[in-house]
């Protein structure tokens, strides 16, 4: 069983807000990765992390943020948040030198 | 190109019939991983299966089994006498090595219907 947790599960916020998303993993992995899920289901790398102090975009451009303090905390944010935003947003981690990612239950975000 | 290709958006079957979900990827990598993994209605991603690119073995594991060819470039998941549990959307991915393995590149998914 992996040990990666989202909270909130749910949220429904109101469009200019902003709002952290939160990822923790228990397992002391150094990578870790936010996926955006669109309605149709596919899912597409918007950030990953190497490490500590390290951040880098991924293959699908987003106006969220990230950061990494901590190897084990990998939060999202977004300034303003806009109804595009809306999506299920999914963190993952894996062990340096193994490929499998395991991944969070996810955060379902709606912005209205 | 790097792209993972599940034909099948929708599949719907009866309980304990087999059904065979369909996974084609590209790479211009000769090094790489190939993944599946089920997303049911909770949510999350459970990993199922990890196959590197040196290992052609098909696997079995209960009512699931892979078959992996590089030949066509093909990683096909069997579930047989499928039961109502196994509904859920279900993802082939790819992680090139030249990606660092740092890139888990999914197909669109196939969503498994089964019915009593």
């Known amino acids: 069983e992996a040990d990666i947790y989202q909270t909130p599960r749910y949220l429904v916020i109101g469009t200019g807000k902003k709002i952290t998303l939160e990822c923790s993993q228990t397992?002391?992995?150094?990578?870790m990765y936010w996926y955006q899920q669109d309605p149709g289901m596919e899912l597409h790398l918007i950030h990953y992390?190497?490490?500590?102090?390290?951040?880098e975009k991924g293959d699908l451009s987003s106006e969220s943020t990230v950061s990494r303090i901590r190897t084990e905390h990998f939060p999202l944010t977004l300034e303003s948040a806009r109804p595009s935003h809306t999506s299920q947003y999914l963190c993952?981690?894996?062990?340096?030198?193994?490929?499998?990612?395991?991944f969070g239950q996810g955060t379902r975000l709606t912005v209205v | 190109a790097q792209k993972v290709t599940q034909a099948q958006t929708e599949i719907s079957v009866v309980e304990k019939e087999d059904v065979t979900l369909d996974c084609v990827y590209e790479?211009?990598?000769?090094?790489?991983?190939l993944f599946w993994y089920k997303q049911p209605p909770s949510g999350e991603l459970v990993f199922l299966i990890r196959?590197?690119?040196?290992?052609?073995q098909n696997e079995i594991s209960g009512r699931y089994s892979w078959n992996f060819q590089k030949s066509t470039s093909s990683f096909n998941f069997t579930i047989t006498a499928s039961q109502v549990v196994d509904s859920a959307v279900y993802f082939c991915?790819?992680?090139?090595?030249?990606?660092?393995?740092?890139?888990?590149?999914f197909g669109a998914g196939t969503r498994l219907a089964v019915h009593p």
């Open positions: 992390s190497y490490g500590v102090n390290s951040t």
């Open positions: 790479t211009r990598d000769t090094t790489y991983y």
């Open positions: 397992m002391g992995h150094d990578k």
């Open positions: 993952a981690s894996s062990e340096s030198g193994r490929a499998e990612a395991f």
């Open positions: 991915a790819l992680i090139p090595f030249s990606g660092g393995y740092n890139k888990l590149i």
């Open positions: 196959r590197n690119s040196f290992d052609e």
